[in-house]
């Protein structure tokens, strides 16, 4: 474990620190009520699966802005919730956006969930939408995190599908590319699609001492604005590091085929593309050190 002028942290994680706690987190805490909605049809399956009793104690793992956790605090009214995340950009967005909506039943930390020393079986579900996928060593942090649930406590994770089964991703990541072959990465590596795999998903969650696995697909809209230009604005924002080393005339026509799909985006309800994710359970084991 390294520990910086922020939090303790895994080495393996020091890089999704430098960009959640730096630029990255900072983007999405200047814009929550985009990257909130931009997620909320997923919500919906999300709790079904964690299943969340009036008196759970619950924790959310990579808890953003907070909308998670408001969400699993309004399930467990006579429960607790805890939400973390490497942000304290963002930690202190969820924070005063839960004061603001009068959740009392919820706590925020910054922390780094694959080695925080959270106590043994303090809580009854964990949470993670779109977070796990980002854990420098996934065994090693939903191992942790089943430490910290009851013998027989809950796990639900949200996770990506395949890049081809999520259009959003294909359609900007094509015109930001503009003609080139990004370098794949390293099956392992921390991002948003290394749990696509359901058979990668069940050997994790094997490997880290969960049972009763199951992984539904959900296919959900996701909302990126409420219009074309304030779309180009926030995914350009997001996704503007793909045009480091274009040139201008290069670059600007990448600029104008991300606004071409966004505009052909546009509905009535705002800019919605397509996507499709994986809803998983699982049971911490019994055996669970």
């Not at 805890?82 to 922390?111: E, I, P, W, Y």
């Not at 996704?239 to 071409?260: E, N, T, V």
């Amino acid at each position: 474990m390294t520990t910086t002028d922020a939090v303790p942290v895994h080495p393996s994680n020091l890089d999704q620190l430098r960009a959640w706690d730096g630029d990255e987190g900072g983007y999405w805490a200047a814009h929550p009520d985009h990257f909130e909605r931009a997620l909320a049809a997923y919500d919906d399956a999300l709790f079904d699966a964690a299943a969340i009793g009036s008196g759970d104690r619950v924790l959310d793992i990579g808890c953003g802005t907070g909308s998670t956790s408001r969400h699993a605090a309004r399930l467990a009214a006579t429960g607790s919730v805890l939400g973390v995340d490497l942000s304290s950009a963002m930690v202190d967005v969820a924070r005063r956006r839960a004061a603001a909506t009068g959740h009392a039943n919820v706590v925020f930390a910054q922390a780094d969930a694959q080695v925080h020393p959270f106590e043994a079986g303090a809580f009854d579900v964990a949470v993670g939408r779109t977070s796990a996928m980002f854990f420098g060593d996934r065994v090693a942090a939903l191992a942790n995190i089943g430490r910290a649930l009851r013998p027989g406590g809950r796990l639900a994770l949200l996770t990506w599908q395949p890049v081809e089964r999520n259009e959003w991703i294909r359609e900007f990541g094509g015109a930001l590319a503009a003609g080139r072959t990004p370098p794949a990465p390293p099956p392992d590596a921390p991002g948003p699609f290394s749990l696509a795999d359901p058979g990668v998903i069940r050997a994790v969650l094997d490997s880290a001492g969960y049972t009763d696995v199951r992984i539904d697909g959900h296919e959900a809209p996701m909302w990126f604005g409420t219009d074309p230009d304030d779309a180009h604005e926030l995914v350009l924002g997001l996704l503007g590091w793909m045009l480091d080393g274009l040139d201008d005339a290069a670059a600007s026509r990448a600029r104008d085929a991300l606004r071409a799909t966004i505009t052909a985006h546009r509905t009535p309800g705002g800019v919605v593309f397509r996507s499709a994710a994986w809803i998983i359970r699982a049971t911490r084991s019994s055996t669970t050190a």
